[in-house]
Every structure is written in structure tokens, then in C-alpha cells.
């Protein structure tokens, strides 16, 4: 019986190698065999177009991109910062780590992040060098035989060093030396302990994590965990990498030849979000977005004149957005007044105390802030679903709707004064404070209200309700641009959501259509409530006891409202006709008060300036 089984266990294990040697066997026919370490390069690049194909917006990972290092040539705590971030045990495996694979799945759930890979460094240069984005037991076998050869025909050192200098590093920069001429704007044998640190935390996700985009923060949060790392392998002592976590890290501005910048990094991040940071790094991808070139530029114009001059009323910073309400299209968009300039004040830190961060895309902001009375528009759809019209009464008087936040709630309007008996119309057009408060407190509801806005597109609504009273129709919730700009489309489209995109299509290097985006919407208001705002929104002449009846809002056949914060910290105007619908946000990064500037002062005439090259384009 035991002869029987230890017979059956040995055929077992004959048929499994056998296997085993077919699979390499068929798997590895046809392979590019790494003969040439120091010759690897990207031969076609990606390249990100505007909607008509012809405008190059971006060209990444092209081949005169690469700068290559000798190994020799760099300090010894560039290759320990990748050693630590990725492969603490290099040196001592044969292209493989189970022991590292553990740490690492073990250290990403703790941390919640991927803080950490799985893979050797060879496994990378084989995966990243050699072979394409699919994933299939074909490609991880492949990728096995290749790192295996890897480490039997080349050095330690050999593969460390073509690694550093293949390895994608986000933006244009394929290797160390690249990126650190993109990021740092310094060769890498100048690169300090925190900088390589910073390069080592990019490889989990360079396009997420670039250091041009939103998430700054993150990526010098796990620049100091490969620091920590470092220590503790013993690359450092535990005061060099108190001293290295300690100094700051010093960006440079970035490419120069990108075209709408913010736009752009947007595109990459989602991409890379939605299709892994493989796909980008595909040879000869052509990307088709849906920015229209000539708005673009418009928009970039105007905000960098008309923000300059709102400095004036300490207002450092401005963006814009531009969206077709039909499809969803972004057509334009411009994330702060000068991608390309310095933060201000000198020194300060990103997105904490910068009036003026040129990098933080302040249309896409993922925490949003208050809208103001942009928000109200919100709320009178909400009584409109319920009832209400255009021609309810409500009074505009001195009111007090008891405690909220700890004391008396007794608003004012904007300019001090009561009206009396209003309707809805001349209440919303006038944007009172007092009857918008009683229509969302008597008639809406708060949490009608809410769902209203997010079934017309507002993402960031998401605190316990208790936290929302009676301020939210004075903006007291906060929003992004680009997601209140895609709202307001729906009263623009009679009451249809069709919510924004950029990419249009992506096709590979053969032709082949990758992805094609067709744009669809769904009703979620009435069109008899989405012409109702529309209409009250272009009525000037309900407009003009506030605003005058020929202030730079009177625009025919446009709706638009504007909002300005309490202590005049954001001032914003969102606008819209059928085709386009625009939306301007100005104010400081860090949230700082202009000097009692409203949004009538510093967002309606950038608005205004761009809707009235904007509509002839367009062809209104």
C-alpha cells in the first residue's frame, strides 16, 4: 500500500514538473532576451490631445526625456532609499522574496496604503522593461523566466543600476535622473537623503502621487516612512532621519511644456485611477480629451489678468471651469491663476498657509469649501418639487430661528435691509437671505435639500445630517467647482444629469480603440423646475434692486447666480445658457478672508469677461 501511494506521489510529481517545464517552455518562446541593460528606452511615447486631435496638450514618457546615472556616480542613500522603499533584501534573494512579499501585504494592511510592493526590483525592471500592462498567468510566467534570467546573466549592482534608470517615475521622467532634473531640477548625484526618499515613494504611484498634483501631503507622508525605513535597516542613523524628516522638501515648478496644466494631471490621475499606471506607461497611447483648445486659452487669459488685479483686495487666487451641460464635457479648465508660478508667501506650505498654491487645483479640490448663496438655487428646486412657484410669498424680515451652533440665529441680508412681502422670483433672483432661509427651513427641509443638490451632482454633502441647519442655504456645506459647475448644467439641460468627463477616446499605437467614452444623462429634476431656475436666474429685471440693472451679470439669454462666504473668504459666480455653463471660484488656498471683497467685486467680472468670448465660440 505504501509502495502504491509513493509510487502515485512520484507520477504526481513527474507530471507537475513535467508542467512546469511546458509552461516555460511555452511561455518563454519568443521573449526579448536583456542583452543590452544600458539600451533600454521608450521608443513611443503617450500623447494627450484636446478634443479635435490635433492640439498636443501632453507627451509622456518619451524617450529624450531619459537621463541616465552610473551607479557609481550617485550617493550610496539614493539606491538605499529604493533598496528600503522596495527590496530591503536585494543583495541576498535570487530574484525572488517570499519573506518581503509578507512584510509587505502584511505593513499595506496595516497602513491601509501601498506603502510597500511585493515584487523584487528585478521583477520590476523584467515587468516594466520587457513586457506589456496584461494581466494573465502568461505574463506572470514571462515574468518569471525573465527575472530569473535577469539574475543569472547580470550583476547585483548591473540591475540596480538599470532599474534606477528605467523605472516610470510619473510626469515625462522614466528613472532617477530624469525625475530628479523634473522634481528637483538638480542631477541625481546632488540629490539630498529626503529627496531620494521622496523619488523611492513615488514608484507605488507616480501619477497619483505627483508631486505636482493634490496629493503632496501623502507622498511626504510616505517619503518619511521610507526614512523610517532606512533607519531601521541601517542605512541611517535614527538622528540622520530625524534630521532628514525635519528639512523641507523644495519642488521645482514643473514642466513647461504642458498645456492646461491642472487639466491635464487630472486626465493622467483618473487613468491611471480607472486603468493602472501600466496602461499610461503603454507604448504610442494617443489620448483624446474634451478640452476645446481656444477656451482654454481664453480662460487661461483671463484669469491671469483679471487675478492679478483681485490681489488688490487680497483675493491671491482664482480658477474656472467650463463644462457642456448636454454631455458633460469639460471644455475648459484652469486650477489656479499661474500653474507655473511661485507659491506665495515664500515659504509657505502647500495647501495649509499659501494664499497662493500654484499647483493645488483648486476646480477639482476634493475637500470643496462653501459655496455661499451659490447654493440656494438648490434649495428653490427642492420647494419648486414640492409646490412651491415663482409666485409664493414669503416675508423678508427680521428673523430669529432660535439656537444653532450654540447661540441665537438671527441672519441678515447682504445689504442690511428688509423688503417685506417678496415672491420666490425676486427673493432668488436678489438672493435674500432671510426668505432663503424660511423657504429651505418651511418649505425644502434640510435633508430634501441635500439630496436634491446630490442628485444633481454634489459629491462632498457627506457629514451626519445634525451637522447641517439652517445656514445651509447660505452655503453652509461645502462644494467643489467642478461639481457645483456640472449642477447647475442640469437646469441647463432641462432637468438631465450628465455628469463631467474629460477623456473622449484612447487609442494604442496600432489603431485600436482602447476606450471611446459616450456620453449619456439621466433626469433627475422635472424640466418644468429646471426652467423655473433657469428663468428666475436670467431675469434681470427681478435682479436689479440688488445687483443693478446693468451690472456685469446682464448677460441675454444667460443665467447666472453668485455667492460670497461669510467673512468674504470665497467669492463665486456659476453661469450657464443650453450649450455651456461656467463656473468661477476666487478666494485664498488657505482659506484666508479677502478684504470685504463679495463675489460681485472679484468672481462675476473674470465670469463675465470669459462667458462673453466663451458664447460667440460656442455659437450662441
Known sequence: MIRKIFHLLFIGFLISA??????????GRNLPRPEKLGDLSMSRPTRIYDRTGEVLLYEMYGESKQVLVKLEDIPEHVAHAFLAAEDSGFYGHFGFDLKGLGRAVLTNLRLRTTAQGGSTITQQLARSAFLTRERTLGRKVRE???????????????????????????????????????????????????????????????????????????????????????????????????????????????????????????????????????????QGLSI??????????????????????????????????????????????????DWHGDPYPKG?????????????????????????????????????????????????????????GGEQYVPQNFDGKFRGPVTLREALAQSLNIPAIKVLVNIAGIEDSIQTAKDLGITTLNRPLSHYGPSLVLGGGEV??????????????????????????????????????TPSSTQVISPFVASLITSILADNTARAPMFGANSLLNIPGVSVKTGTTQEFRDGWTIGYTKDIVVGVWTGNNNNAPMSGAASTTVAVPIWSAFMKQALPLIGN
Open 480 to 517: 467643489r467647482l467642478i461639481d457645483i459647475t456640472s449642477a447647475y448644467g442640469v437646469f441647463a439641460f432641462e432637468g438631465r444629469k450628465a455628469s463631467p468627463f474629460s477623456v473622449s477616446s484612447i487609442k494604442t499605437s496600432t489603431g485600436r480603440v482602447a476606450f471611446k467614452r
Open 18 to 27: 513535467i508542467g512546469v517545464v511546458f509552461l516555460f517552455l511555452y511561455f
Open 348 to 404: 509657505c506650505i502647500s495647501g495649509k498657509t499659501c494664499l497662493f498654491d500654484p499647483k493645488l487645483n483648486a476646480a477639482t479640490y476634493h475637500s470643496g469649501r462653501q459655496p455661499g448663496s451659490a447654493f440656494k438655487p438648490f434649495v428653490y428646486a427642492t420647494a419648486f418639487k414640492k409646490g412651491a412657484s415663482d409666485t409664493t410669498i414669503v416675508e423678508d424680515e427680521e428673523t430669529d430661528f432660535g439656537i444653532w
Open 288 to 337: 483624446i480629451t474634451t478640452l476645446d483648445w481656444e477656451l482654454q486659452q481664453r480662460a487661461e487669459s483671463v484669469i491671469s489678468t483679471m487675478a492679478e488685479r483681485n490681489a488688490s483686495f487680497d483675493a491671491h487666487n482664482a480658477a474656472l471651469v467650463a463644462i457642456n451641460p448636454r454631455t458633460g464635457e469639460i471644455l475648459a479648465l484652469v486650477g489656479s491663476k
Open 144 to 282: 518569471l523566466i525573465l527575472t530569473l534570467d535577469l539574475e543569472q546573466k547580470y550583476t547585483k549592482d548591473e540591475i540596480l543600476e538599470a532599474y534606477l534608470n528605467f523605472i516610470p517615475m510619473g510626469a515625462n521622467a522614466y528613472g532617477i535622473g530624469s525625475a530628479s532634473f523634473l522634481y528637483f531640477n538638480k542631477p541625481a548625484s546632488e540629490l539630498t537623503i529626503e529627496e531620494s526618499a521622496v523619488l523611492a515613494s513615488l514608484i507605488r504611484a507616480p501619477s497619483r502621487l505627483s508631486p505636482f498634483g493634490e496629493n503632496v501631503e501623502q507622498l511626504l507622508s510616505l517619503k518619511d516612512y521610507v526614512i523610517g525605513r532606512m533607519a531601521k535597516e541601517g542605512y541611517l542613523s535614527q538622528e540622520e532621519a530625524e534630521e532628514a524628516r525635519g528639512r523641507e522638501v523644495v519642488f521645482s515648478k514643473g514642466a513647461s511644456d504642458i498645456r492646461a496644466p491642472h487639466f491635464v494631471l487630472d486626465v493622467v490621475e483618473e487613468l491611471a485611477l480607472t486603468h493602472g499606471e501600466e496602461f499610461l506607461r503603454e
